[in-house]
């Protein structure tokens, strides 16, 4: 090693601070101001489409209000004589209804799904139900719940093809139950669709398995995903009903929903004052859901009010008497639940719980 004494002194290690932002690799590049500014753009435009899509429910609300004030006048006009004991009962039995549907949906999934927000998902999806024809509005709020809560898509489609299964199926035991206690208070005739009514049940049954099959033979590139969300499905439902505490709620929630309903229907009859009993208001609402259930609709609306307005009318109620009745039960499930719904809806979304 040299003894001499160096030419100069060493020069001092940079430090840190003294770094140029470029000469360090885990440095952050320092924003600049057309960057800025785009992300404060992107903020703002969120915020907005946040707005929108909070006061878009309460929008629609106003528009089909305005289309259908009619209906709206005459169920208030006729409600306004009736028992408001009877019409407090079917409100309440209307808020049962949806607490039975989140047991369906919770029994339909194998997560578990906290039961506050689950329950105010499915009031917005009552909501949504009443403005999108077959319940593509109620499936759509669910599916977007199920997703933010971290259940896979494949998983919150299949739950909803099984809600649909189970809700379809089981409406038939409840029918038998009355055509088998009461034979003579209740036709089998009155279980069968007629007329136009008839014919798109006819038609639909046979169009709809035939266009998805040609569907899966035209389209390749659907066939994957087609068998991969039945294998999906298949394995859910068996694994739910290996479960009691997801097949009991499943089950029990989807006998109980049409129950409600037609409670709902029961409790405004006898607040008008209808010449039937509550079996038969109970069954005329089953057998006329059924009838009219292959119409797709909003909410059902149409051809379920004409069918019930049809079916009390072949019970010996006067016609009047029988359409003020149906009135009474959309203002129950539609119009008076519609808005707070949709109020739930909009703050659900705020939330980001959809």
């Not at 969120?46 to 899509?53: A, D, F, K, P, T």
């Not at 038998?176 to 007329?195: D, E, K, M, T, W």
Request: glycine residues 8%; positive net charge.
């Amino acid at each position: 090693m040299s003894l001499l004494p160096l030419d100069g002194p060493a020069s001092p290690l940079p430090r840190a601070d003294d770094r140029h932002p470029e000469d360090s690799p885990t440095a952050p590049a320092p924003l600049t101001a057309s960057a800025a500014s785009a992300a404060s753009a992107d903020r703002v435009a969120g915020s907005s489409v946040r707005r929108v899509l909070m006061l878009f429910p309460v929008l629609l609300l106003g528009i089909w209000a305005a289309i259908d004030w009619r209906a709206v006048r005459d169920g208030t006009a006729r409600l306004a004589t009736a028992d408001p004991w009877w019409l407090l009962a079917g409100l309440v039995f209307t808020c049962l209804g949806w607490v039975a549907a989140a047991c369906v949906r919770q029994g339909a999934v194998p997560d578990r799904l906290p039961k506050g927000l689950l329950l105010a998902s499915q009031v917005a999806a009552g909501a949504a139900n009443h403005l999108l024809p077959a319940s593509i509005g109620a499936h759509a709020v669910t599916v977007r719940f199920l997703l933010r809560q971290g259940v896979p898509l494949p998983r919150a489609t299949a739950s909803i093809a099984l809600y649909s299964l189970v809700r379809a199926v089981a409406k038939t035991p409840l029918l038998l139950v009355f055509v088998l206690a009461a034979p003579a208070a209740v036709p089998p005739s009155a279980l069968l669709p007629r007329g136009r009514t008839l014919v798109l049940a006819v038609v639909g049954l046979l169009l709809a398995p035939a266009a998805a099959a040609a569907l899966l033979v035209l389209v390749r590139a659907w066939r994957g995903p087609a068998l991969a969300f039945v294998r999906t499905a298949l394995t859910d439902a068996r694994h739910l009903h290996t479960r009691p505490g997801r097949c009991l709620p499943l089950w029990c929630g989807a006998m109980a929903a049409p129950l409600l309903q037609a409670c709902v229907v029961a409790s405004v009859g006898s607040a008008l004052g209808v010449p039937l009993s509550w079996p038969q208001l109970v069954f005329a609402f089953l057998a006329a859901s059924t009838a009219a259930g292959a119409v797709p609709a909003p909410g059902g609306i149409g051809p379920v009010d004409a069918a019930l307005v049809l079916t009390l009318a072949g019970y010996g109620t006067p016609l009047a008497l029988a359409t003020a009745t149906v009135i009474g039960y959309r203002a129950l499930t539609v119009w008076l639940p519609l808005l707070p719904g949709m109020l739930v809806l909009s703050a659900l979304v705020q939330r980001k719980a959809l």
